[in-house]
């Protein structure tokens, strides 16, 4: 009964491929977003969605792209991987109040 | 361009004293604000968030605002060793934007 979940927890994979982060939340809520955490822990929000438009995209290159097939799913596409986008990637579900964060997915581009 | 400020640490705190946190915005279009909690290798974790003037508290937490100073503090009371973590300030304008984050304030209680 997870609240937000994504998958996979770790990816490994080598620069230059093209890799995909699901998200999923079963708490109804209609706006979802996408986190980037870098090496030094700094957190700074890349998309967010709202009954399946894309609200913001806070100059996030192009190579990534959110796909949202439903109001409980965002997912994060990554073309053309590059060292840099190795990160902490989180998504957050979100009231009002509250943004619930999923568990991570740890990206290392080798 | 919005920002929040935080100071990085770490701050070193006995246990059982009290640990003060705090936390500067420069967007006056904020609107609340939150504390995080994030263990490492975690994922931030909601502490409390505040949006009138004034002081709120839960337990051992006390949040506090002063939009005219554009100023967040988080008061964590009875310090515990399990409390040792990195504390994130956010700021939220309203409507579908996201949080902006501060960097974050590592915590480390002595038993």
């Known amino acids: 009964d997870t609240a937000v979940s994504q998958t996979p927890k770790y990816l490994v994979t080598q620069m230059g491929n093209d890799k995909s982060i699901k998200c999923e939340q079963n708490?109804?809520?209609?706006?979802m977003y996408w986190y980037k955490q870098d090496s030094k822990k700094f957190l700074k929000i890349m998309f967010s969605?709202?009954?399946?438009?894309?609200?913001i995209n806070e100059t996030v290159p192009n190579r990534f792209s959110p796909k949202s097939p439903d109001k409980a799913h965002l997912n994060l596409h990554i073309n053309s991987l590059e060292l840099g986008d190795s990160a902490v990637y989180f998504c957050?579900?979100?009231?009002?109040?509250?943004?619930?964060f999923g568990p991570g997915t740890r990206l290392t581009v080798l | 361009q919005k920002e929040v400020e935080q100071n990085s640490g770490p701050l070193s705190v006995p246990e059982g004293a009290i640990a003060s946190l705090n936390c500067t915005y420069s967007?006056?279009?904020?609107?609340?604000f939150f504390w995080y909690r994030q263990y490492s290798g975690k994922s931030p974790e909601l502490i409390m968030f505040?949006?009138?003037?004034g002081d709120k508290e839960d337990g051992r937490f006390t949040a506090q605002l002063n939009k005219a100073s554009q100023y967040v503090s988080l008061l964590i009371r009875d310090s515990q060793p399990s409390d040792s973590a990195t504390y994130l300030c956010?700021?939220?304008?309203?409507?579908?934007?996201?949080?902006?984050f501060g960097k974050g304030t590592h915590l480390i209680i002595q038993p």
């Open positions: 957050a579900s979100a009231t009002a109040n509250e943004q619930f």
């Open positions: 708490l109804g809520h209609d706006t």
């Open positions: 969605y709202n009954n399946k438009e894309l609200i």
């Open positions: 967007d006056r279009g904020s609107q609340s």
């Open positions: 505040i949006y009138s003037n």
């Open positions: 956010a700021v939220f304008r309203g409507g579908a934007d996201g949080l902006t």
